[in-house]
């Protein structure tokens, strides 16, 4: 029997807490709701790490023009092949940081794993931003990659453990929109500097300075229940859910959620019980939903948007071309976080997957007609030629649908979901293993791409796409269970 001893004898705060046998007046527990902003505000701040993921992940494309030499750009330091290996490194490194979570979130818990990595992230950016040599900016890249491996892994985690079971879809997303915020604001950033000697510098001097706000901010913030509970750390557990519910709120539910949960990972056990069916399909099922997201052809859109809205929109200066894409996942996004404890995962997830679909089939088509116009893929607007005036806002259309629909569901809810159905037992290394998986996923399309579409032409990669998108469609229907409103020891068995 745990007591909180916080304002005895006043009914609002005098609460005793049994764990395994116990129980409050039904009563009193209804009289006393769980508030959704104390919460909303730790998750906004373990939050930031989508934002710095989200910076790290869009700060290639504007300072590209900048790092790259050229005729019209000689003070740049890499040539394109090393410019390639500069960007797709960075999926390495994610992996590697991956990896580095599978003792440390357990071991000395997510708040510090979690401050580990932004240490991780400064030190990545200030290499970034201090002198224009690009081993050392190779170095910051794939160090940097290694922050968002760990901040990836455990953040989610961190977020689905504070949540309660009403609110965990939409607090889930936050990470998500974060990191689409964070990806509009490094193009915003790096727009201005896309053309002026060494602007790649200034671009990670912000980068450090967000890191950097990130972690003072951080360091006030509680540590996870679930882990204080699995540590012997009850009074601490307990304060901690005093903040994040209301000082008014019943704790009862989470404390017994969080010992059965702690409960469950001291139990002794082997590496081996990964492979048995209430760990191993949950393990499974979130790989498969991480690789799903990766190979849907988000890399490829985002890849091709800019050279197609320039020929679309020819008017527009090249270097704002990335920000309506950009802006158009933040708003989806946005309005996902509001459904995805209305509609459920399962639904969303189905929906954007058929407009994926559609999306991938309509730009794989405007490929074989521009091919057919001209032969050479990159003259696709013509003043004079009324085709090129019908193709250009259909395929334009095309690209901010399929981003849209990414966004909806694709983009945060592979995240949701793993932190979610994971198996408590070996959550620290099956979430790593996950995450491992979606970086690795995408290094496979960053650099298999562009041989890929050399082989079967551009309307043939898209039409792949699309094919996979149909395969995630079945994937959801026949293997996914709804999620939505389970509390975390329910979501425990869902697979059991």
Same mark, same amino acid.
């Given at each position: 029997m745990i007591t909180n001893g916080i304002n005895s004898g006043n009914e609002d705060y005098d609460e005793t807490i049994h764990l395994f046998s116990g129980s409050l007046d039904p009563k009193f527990v209804a009289?006393?709701?769980?508030?959704l902003i104390p919460s909303l505000l730790v998750s906004l701040v373990l939050s930031l790490h989508g934002l710095v993921s989200g910076y790290a992940l869009g700060y290639t494309a504007p300072v590209e023009t900048s790092i790259v030499h050229s005729e019209t750009n000689p003070d740049g330091i890499m040539t394109m092949p090393i410019f390639t290996i500069f960007s797709s490194f960075f999926n390495i490194g994610a992996a590697v940081g991956a990896l580095? %979570?599978?003792?440390?979130? $357990? =071991?000395?818990?997510?708040? $510090? %794993?979690?401050?580990? /990595?932004?240490?991780?992230? /400064?030190?990545? +950016?200030?290499?970034? !931003?201090?002198?224009?040599?690009?081993?050392? #900016?190779?170095? !910051?890249?794939?160090?940097?990659? *290694?922050?968002?491996?760990?901040? @990836?892994? *455990?953040?989610?985690?961190?977020?689905?453990?504070?949540?309660?079971?009403?609110?965990?879809?939409? =607090?889930? %997303?936050? +990470?998500? =929109?974060?990191? @689409?915020?964070?990806? #509009?604001?490094a193009y915003v950033v790096g727009t201005p500097f896309a053309k002026v000697s060494y602007g790649y510098l200034w671009v990670g001097q912000v980068g450090l300075g967000i890191s950097l706000v /990130? #972690? *003072? #901010?951080?360091? +006030?913030?509680?540590? /996870?229940? *679930?882990?204080?509970?699995?540590?012997?750390?009850?009074?601490?557990?307990?304060?901690?859910?005093?903040v994040l519910r209301g000082k008014t709120a019943s704790i009862q539910n989470d404390m017994s959620n969080a010992a059965n949960l702690a409960a469950s990972k001291t139990e002794k056990y082997d590496y081996s019980i990964i492979f048995t069916k209430p760990i191993f399909m949950p393990f499974l099922l979130s790989a498969m939903l991480m690789a799903f997201q990766q190979l849907s052809g988000i890399n490829a859109v985002i890849f091709y948007s800019t050279d197609i809205l320039k020929e679309a929109v020819p008017e527009v200066q090249p270097e704002l071309i990335p920000l309506p894409p950009a802006l158009v996942q933040v708003i989806v996004t946005f309005a996902a976080s509001f459904f995805v404890d209305r509609l459920g995962r399962k639904i969303m997830l189905l929906i954007a997957s058929f407009g994926m679909c559609a999306s991938s089939i309509t730009i794989g088509t405007y490929f074989i007609l521009v091919d057919k116009v001209y032969t050479n893929c990159t003259s696709v607007h013509t003043n004079n030629d009324i085709a090129c005036h019908v193709l250009s806002p259909i395929v334009v259309i095309a690209v901010c649908c399929f981003l849209g629909f990414f966004s909806v569901a694709w983009g945060p809810i592979p995240w949701v979901f793993a932190s979610e159905i994971l198996n408590v037992k070996l959550k620290n290394v099956t979430i790593a293993i996950v995450t491992l998986c979606s970086w690795m996923s995408s290094f496979v399309v960053t650099m298999g791409f562009p041989p890929f579409v050399n082989l079967v032409h551009e309307y043939g990669g898209f039409y792949t796409f699309a094919a996979i998108n149909i395969i995630g469609i079945i994937f959801i229907l026949f293997f996914l269970k709804e999620t939505k409103g389970k509390t975390l020891e329910q979501l425990q068995n869902l697979y059991s």
């Open positions: 009289r006393r709701k769980e508030k580095s %979570t599978v003792f440390l979130s $357990d =071991l000395i818990g997510r708040k $510090d %794993t979690l401050i580990i /990595s932004l240490g991780t992230w /400064s030190l990545g +950016f200030l290499m970034l !931003g201090v002198y224009p040599n690009q081993w050392l #900016l190779i170095a !910051g890249r794939i160090i940097t990659g *290694v922050a968002l491996g760990m901040s @990836t892994s *455990v953040a989610p985690m961190y977020m689905g453990e504070i949540a309660t079971a009403k609110y965990r879809g939409m =607090l889930g %997303t936050l +990470f998500q =929109l974060m990191i @689409t915020i964070g990806i #509009l604001l /990130s #972690l *003072v #901010l951080l360091v +006030f913030q509680h540590r /996870s229940p *679930v882990w204080l509970v699995y540590k012997g750390r009850e009074e601490e557990a307990m304060l901690a859910l005093r």
